[in-house]
């Protein structure tokens, strides 16, 4: 088992343009997650997805939106990239009373 | 708002020595307490959790006690290792809506020096 998968692993975008960062998870998990990681600011929740064909707003959610692609998918998507984008990004998935599962990251840089 | 709050943020110890990471929350909804280990340029991933009606969990080196009417929880490791140098969250989670809703503390940042 991959566990939870996350492409790329960096990116560099320029302000304005548009991205979208992928997730993926082998282990049939009903809910997933997406979080950024600032330092000083721990990991805040962007987006979730309770099930399959749900998505809701997390913390964070301003500039930014989600698609539950199907049960193992949930992409993070930047319409109009800015600098305060600039983040560590981590997909996780969880059993709704279970632990949540990371994947190794995005780091992503907004010039 | 942060719910979980949680110190040092930055903690060096003494291979042998004895590391503790102390959090406090202030939401009585939230039922589970798991604390994650994250290694540079790795994801986070679960060290050891506790719920709220036991006091203590030990597992190998690490320790979670938990003090319910004070909302303070705390990780301690025994014969604190190098290969324990990593960065370490306290999170405190709650079910709504139909999925684990997790709040993270800011995360201590753990050195052991041989």
């Known amino acids: 088992n991959a566990g939870v998968t996350q492409t790329p692993k960096f990116q560099v975008l320029k302000t304005g343009q548009s991205m979208t960062l992928q997730c993926a998870q082998d282990?049939?998990?009903?809910?997933m997650y997406w979080y950024r990681q600032d330092p000083g600011m721990g990991l805040r929740l962007i987006y979730y997805?309770?099930?399959?064909?749900?998505?809701d707003k997390g913390e964070v959610p301003n500039g930014y939106n989600v698609s539950r692609l199907n049960k193992r998918e949930f992409s993070l998507r930047l319409e109009s990239a800015a600098p305060s984008q600039t983040s560590v990004y981590f997909c996780?998935?969880?059993?709704?009373?279970?632990?949540?599962?990371f994947g190794p990251g995005t780091r992503l840089t907004v010039l | 708002q942060q719910q979980v709050k949680q110190s040092p943020q930055s903690l060096i110890v003494q291979k042998g020595g004895i590391s503790i990471i102390n959090c406090a929350y202030e939401?009585?909804?939230?039922?589970?307490f798991p604390w994650y280990q994250q290694f540079p340029g790795k994801g986070p991933a679960l060290l050891i959790a506790i719920r709220p009606d036991v006091s203590e969990k030990k597992e190998g080196r690490f320790t979670i006690s938990f003090n319910k009417s004070a909302k303070q929880f705390s990780l301690h490791i025994m014969d604190s290792q190098p290969g324990d140098s990593a960065t370490y969250f306290c999170a405190a989670s709650t079910h709504s809506g139909g999925y684990q809703k997790v709040t993270f503390g800011i995360g201590t940042k753990l050195q052991v020096i041989p």
């Open positions: 282990m049939n998990h009903n809910s």
């Open positions: 939401n009585t909804a939230f039922d589970y």
């Open positions: 996780a998935s969880s059993e709704i009373t279970d632990t949540q599962y």
């Open positions: 997805s309770a099930s399959e064909g749900t998505t």
